[in-house]
């Protein structure tokens, strides 16, 4: 198994440009999510879902947009680029269960850079 | 107030010491609990989940305190390859959004 994959590894953008990270999955996992890291922030959750054509806001949405169409694969997409976005994305991906210590898989992540 | 909060440290211990974390959520409702180890410049894995009773995993003790909200993690005899920055990270029963990371405290072990 690959597990979580994630491309590119890194971007450099201009502002106002858009783009997709691409992420997937072949662990058949319903879980999928997305999170950003900034210095001193930790992680915080972009979008998420649980299942395909199922989709939520996490804690910092505005400027991202997400799609599951399926079970395997859950991009991001940067409508327009702003500087603030500069940050490492991580993906995720677990099972789904209430009150189960279920481990989330992350992706190697993308070094975004926005000039 | 930050949901998960931690000592961001660093924390600059020698080998064969022992070192323990804090953590303290704002959450009642919080129902599983998790430490994760992320390497500089890697993606956070699991290192262990934190049962109510407390549970052990070779090196590694982990602690949970309800009633003060707080968890620990306890590292004994450190490891130069223990150095890295573990995370603490707690799930919402029955929160589809599952888990909310602290921002994780950095532990170097020095030879």
């Known amino acids: 198994n690959a597990g979580v994959t994630q491309t590119p590894k890194f971007q450099v953008l201009k502002t106002g440009q858009s783009m997709t990270l691409q992420c997937a999955q072949d662990?058949?996992?319903?879980?999928m999510s997305w999170y950003r890291q900034d210095p001193g922030m930790g992680l915080r959750l972009i979008h998420y879902s649980v299942g395909a054509g199922i989709t939520d806001q996490g804690e910092v949405p505005n400027g991202y947009n997400v799609s599951r169409s399926t079970t395997e694969d859950f991009p991001l997409r940067l409508l327009s680029a702003a500087p603030s976005q500069t940050s490492v994305y991580f993906c995720?991906?677990?099972?789904?269960?209430?009150?189960?210590?279920?481990?989330?898989?992350f992706g190697p992540g993308t070094r975004l850079t926005v000039l | 107030r930050k949901e998960v909060e931690q000592d961001p440290g660093p924390f600059n211990v020698p080998e064969g010491a022992t070192v323990a974390f804090n953590c303290t959520y704002s959450n009642s409702a919080s129902q599983s609990f998790f430490w994760y180890r992320q390497d500089c410049r890697k993606e956070p894995k699991l290192l262990m989940s934190?049962?109510?009773s407390g549970n052990e995993d070779g090196r590694f003790t982990a602690q949970l305190n309800r009633a003060s909200q707080y968890i620990s993690l306890l590292i004994r005899d450190s490891k130069l390859s223990d150095s890295a920055t573990y995370l603490c990270?707690?799930?919402?029963?029955?929160?589809?959004?599952?888990?909310?990371f602290g921002s994780g405290t950095q532990l170097t072990v020095l030879p």
């Open positions: 934190v049962y109510s």
């Open positions: 990270v707690v799930n919402l029963e029955g929160s589809a959004r599952q888990l909310t």
């Open positions: 662990m058949n996992h319903e879980y």
């Open positions: 995720a991906s677990s099972h789904i269960g209430t009150g189960e210590y279920n481990e989330q898989f």
